[in-house]
C-alpha cells in the first residue's frame, strides 16, 4: 500500500493500567498531524540530501592524514575518534540548519558551512592534542592547515579567482 496525497500520520496513545496479566486501556487519544510540519518538498528533501553528502565528505577531507599513508600514520589509530569527534561536533550545527529552515527551501542556508568547517578542525584538535606533540607538532600544523584548506574547498569557501 503507497501513501496518496491525502495520506495523513495519525498517533495513538493509550493510557494503560491494571497488571501485566490483565491490561485495561483506560484512555485513548487520537492525534493527527498537520502535513506542513512533516511533509517537506521533494526539493527541500533533496537539498538536505545534497547538504549531508557534502558533510560526508568534509569528514573524509577530515580522515585522510589518519591513515596508514597519511602523514600522521603514528595516530592513524585514532581515525576513529577524529570521525567519533566529528559527528558530535557537526550535529548540533547540521541539525540547526535542518530544524530552522524553511519547509519549502530548496537551498542550502551558506551560513551552515563555516560552522561545519569549525567542527572539523576543532575535531581535528580535540585528536591531535592526545598525540606525542614533540614529534608531531610540525606535521600536525602541516596537517591541519591543509584539512582546512581541503574542507574549505569541499564547502566552497575558497575566494573565487577573478579573470585578468
Not at 64 to 70: A, E, L, M, W
Not at 75 to 103: C, H, M, T
Amino acid at each position: 500500500m503507497t501513501p496518496d496525497d491525502d495520506a495523513q500520520i495519525i498517533f495513538l496513545r493509550h493510557l494503560v493500567q491494571g497488571s501485566a496479566s490483565s491490561p485495561v486501556i483506560r484512555r485513548s487519544e487520537v492525534m493527527i498531524s498537520e502535513r506542513s510540519r512533516w511533509q517537506v518538498s521533494e526539493e527541500r528533501a533533496d537539498a538536505v540530501a545534497a547538504a549531508a553528502t557534502i558533510v560526508k565528505e568534509v569528514c573524509s577531507e577530515l580522515c585522510k592524514p589518519f591513515s596508514q599513508k597519511g602523514r600522521l600514520g603514528v595516530i592513524a589509530n585514532r581515525r576513529g575518534d577524529v570521525e567519533a569527534e566529528f559527528w558530535s561536533r557537526v550535529d548540533q550545527p547540521f541539525r540547526k540548519y535542518i530544524l530552522n529552515s524553511s519547509a519549502d527551501s530548496a537551498s542550502i542556508d551558506p551560513e551552515v558551512w563555516p560552522a561545519v568547517r569549525k567542527a572539523a578542525l576543532d575535531a581535528f584538535d580535540a585528536v591531535a592534542a592526545s598525540a606525542p606533540q614533540a614529534k608531531l607538532s610540525l606535521i600536525l600544523m602541516v596537517a591541519r592547515n591543509r584539512i582546512g584548506y581541503n574542507v574549505s574547498k569541499v564547502l566552497g569557501l575558497l575566494p573565487q579567482k577573478t579573470a585578468a
